[in-house]
């Protein structure tokens, strides 16, 4: 089988579908090759938050605002329920410390335009309840929501489809047809494709597929273990995470000095509840290569200490555990440009924990910067150059 297409997008997970939706919007005849099923990387195996509040002020809060708004009418746009509400969101704080740090860091995103307030724990404790004595506060942000990662990715693939796009599933990419510095395709499985573009999509295996392309890609695999309650009445009423989970995501390097095994797991906590009642509790932040197993230890370590912030969760049964390989980059943001020396190689990938948050921005970007040249927002900050490939 040989196919042609204007596109190639290689990956199934949110990022892969949203960018075949809006280039299908756009009017490009798109195949995205999917190695095993839709969402079936991290994008299947993840939490169900759209935190604007866990972004770094500038570049990578705006990408999520404009996401947040994409995502107001996504539902009917895209004619499929992924499960969206904007419940709000909170950061549990501990400590005088952790309160001074993140006093730091709602004064930053405030000033990038985010609604978010500091709070005492009694007005936390009226917002949620079962929090833990010892809580000092929390910050609080009424934009913060959630969506069923899951349906969100089916839903860009159904709206993708119906727009032309091709979707090959059990389609593994296993070369990129490069001729005179340019791209021509790829090889997969089941028979070459050709276009003049290619979109790596493929969250964490971006370096694996970049390598056939002879890039050197600075995304690595970071495991996150979370655990899944049996469903319950209404009880976790907004997005949850701690300060401690903002620490760990953002000095990996920092956590192995750690002499606490929970630091050195990046455990950070996150609760949220589905629509149909099952809690959420995560998770740790872990660099063991493509392994998504899930560890006694850690399990143990994160439940131990989500019961500490909410002691209530103790009642609760545990019924499922997930592991999910999060696309890292050194710098907390993803790779999303043309590739400078490559012609026609496009890199989406390098989400790290906000992919499910972003991609619908993500979609809009890379469809407009490979159809029209340019985009809304000025996205140089996330170009691959920026990093020697
Ligand atoms: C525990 C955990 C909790 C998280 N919680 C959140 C959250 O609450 N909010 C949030 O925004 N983000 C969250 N994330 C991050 C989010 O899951 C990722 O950023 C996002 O799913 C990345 O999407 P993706 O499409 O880039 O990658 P993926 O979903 O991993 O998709 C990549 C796809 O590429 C395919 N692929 C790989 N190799 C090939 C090949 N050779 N050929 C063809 N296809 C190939 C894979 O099979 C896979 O389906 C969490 C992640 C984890 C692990």
Redesign the pocket.
Known sequence: MTQTADVIV????????SIAYQLARKGRKVIL???????????????????LQSKNAGIHLKLALASAELFKGLREELGHDIEHHVKGGMILIETDDEMRIMQDFVARQRQTGLQVDIIDRKEASRMQRGLAEHLVGATHSPQDGDVN?IEL?LGFAKAARRLGAEILLE????GCIVKAGRVEGVG?SRGPIHAPVVVN??????P??GKMAGLDLPIKP?????MITEPVAPYIAKQILSASYIVAKYNAEKLKESKSRAVQLGVGL?L?QTQKGNIFI???REFVGYDVGNTHEAIGTVLKNAIRFVPGLGEIHIIRT??????YTPDGLPLVGFVNGLEGYFL??G?????????PVTGKIVADLIVDGKTFLDVSALAPDRFSL
């Open positions: 290689i990956g199934g997970g949110v990022v892969g579908t090759a999917e190695k095993k099923d839709l969402a079936s990387g991290a994008s299947g195996s993840c939490d169900t938050s759209i935190f990662p990715a389609t593994e990419v296993t997969t999509a493929a969250g964490a295996w971006a694996l597929l970071r495991r996150g273990q979370i996150s949220s995560g998770g740790t997930m592991g999910g390989l999060r696309p989406a990938a989400h790290e924990g906000d992919g499910i948050a972003l991609s």
